[in-house]
T-cell receptor, first 111, second 112 residues
Framework: KQEVTQIPAALSVPEGENLVLNCSFT??????LQWFRQDPGKGLTSLLL?????REQTSGRLNASLDKSSGRSTLYIAASQPGDSATYLC??????????FGKGTRLSVIA | GAVVSQHPSWVICKSGTSVKIECRSL??????MFWYRQFPKQSLMLMAT?????????EQGVEKDKFLINHASLTLSTLTVTSAHPEDSSFYIC????????FGPGTRLTVL
């Protein structure tokens, strides 16, 4: 059974810092991996989706990498801003099954 | 990307009443939809997988008689919380699969 772990559970950084969020999964037979953002009381916003054949995806200040063989993905946020404060969720898609979510990393960027 | 809507976005009800939440895929047909529940400061937990025209598959620990799921068409799945109690208060999120999964904006249920 696929299990997804996110480290750290919470992170507080000053504005402007670059930061890395980590995600690991136990079964490397995945279809894709997604990073989501969730603001308090809100739904999910998809940030980046990496197909199993890809190594990374970039969108603006966000860069996500995938090492399928080692069961790891990282989300890199450059030049963090207070507006980046949210919970970031990693989810693994093994194909024809529901996404399996990690517990998330709560990020606070302090102005 | 594809659009998934949920209605209502929030609902407050009295204990003992039933509440229906709708999930619609607006611009694609989804043979499979998923229902998740999220308690405060926790991650999403899958409740059930809903397949069009057949019975839903519930995750362990989810009461199928309490959480009724109907997937009558390729664009609509409904979740009915029957005889709701305060412990059912939560954020309910649906998703629809079209190769990838697309998520609805969620429904916040508060049971008084």
């Amino acid at each position: 059974k696929q299990e997804v772990t996110q480290i750290p559970a919470a992170l507080s950084v000053p504005e402007g810092e670059n930061l890395v969020l980590n995600c690991s999964f136990t079964d490397s037979a995945i279809y894709n991996l997604q990073w989501f953002r969730q603001d308090p009381g809100k739904g999910l916003t998809s940030l980046l989706l990496i197909q199993s054949s890809q190594r990374e995806q970039t969108s603006g200040r966000l860069n996500a990498s995938l090492d399928k063989s080692s069961g790891r993905s990282t989300l890199y946020i450059a030049a963090s801003q207070p507006g980046d404060s949210a919970t970031y969720l990693c989810a693994v898609d093994s194909g024809n099954t529901p996404l399996v979510f990690g517990k998330g990393t709560r990020l606070s960027v302090i102005a | 990307g594809a659009v998934v809507s949920q209605h209502p976005s929030w609902v407050i009800c009295k204990s003992g009443t039933s509440v229906k939440i709708e999930c619609r895929s607006l611009d694609f047909q989804a043979t499979t939809m998923f229902w998740y529940r999220q308690f405060p400061k926790q991650s999403l937990m899958l409740m059930a997988t809903s397949n069009e025209g057949s019975k839903a598959t519930y995750e362990q620990g989810v009461e199928k008689d309490k959480f009724l799921i109907n997937h009558a068409s390729l664009t609509l799945s409904t979740l009915t919380v029957t005889s709701a109690h305060p412990e059912d208060s939560s954020f309910y999120i649906c998703s629809a699969r079209r190769v990838e999964q697309f998520f609805g904006p969620g429904t916040r249920l508060t049971v008084l």
